[in-house]
Nanobody
Framework: QVQLVESGGGLVQAGGSLRLSCAASGSIFSINAMGWYRQAPGKQRESVARITSGGSTNYADSVKGRFTISRDNAKNTVYLQMNSLKPEDTAVYYC??????????????WGQGTQVTVSS
């Protein structure tokens, strides 16, 4: 059984910063890519940022230059540093990870989501 537990969401004024964390626990053989998605009311879930096990990153155009994704492989944790936040960044943010539970099995896991609200 694998769990992803997120923390760090909240309410912030436009221009402010937040740091999200997501820790994976349970039966973990290895973790491949990890990432953050978000879903605003009435919109589809979209990818925000992803990072591979080797540290390669990619970002949605809307957050490039403002958000930074990183990971601590020793702690099975991924972070999202969000700076210069805008009201349009308001959404529920979800952690995602591709986790190998054993040599023979790999599955996609999601966190429960954390609310980020940016006031204007």
């Amino acid at each position: 059984q694998v769990q992803l537990v997120e923390s760090g969401g909240g309410l912030v004024q436009a221009g402010g910063s937040l740091r999200l964390s997501c820790a994976a626990s349970g039966s973990i053989f290895s973790i491949n890519a990890m990432g953050w998605y978000r879903q605003a009311p009435g919109k589809q879930r979209e990818s925000v940022a992803r990072i591979t096990s080797g540290g390669s990153t990619n970002y949605a155009d809307s957050v490039k230059g403002r958000f930074t994704i990183s990971r601590d492989n020793a702690k099975n944790t991924v972070y999202l540093q969000m700076n210069s936040l805008k009201p349009e960044d308001t959404a529920v943010y979800y952690c995602n990870a591709l986790i190998r539970g054993s040599y023979y099995s790999i599955d996609d896991y999601w966190g429960q989501g954390t609310q980020v609200t940016v006031s204007s």
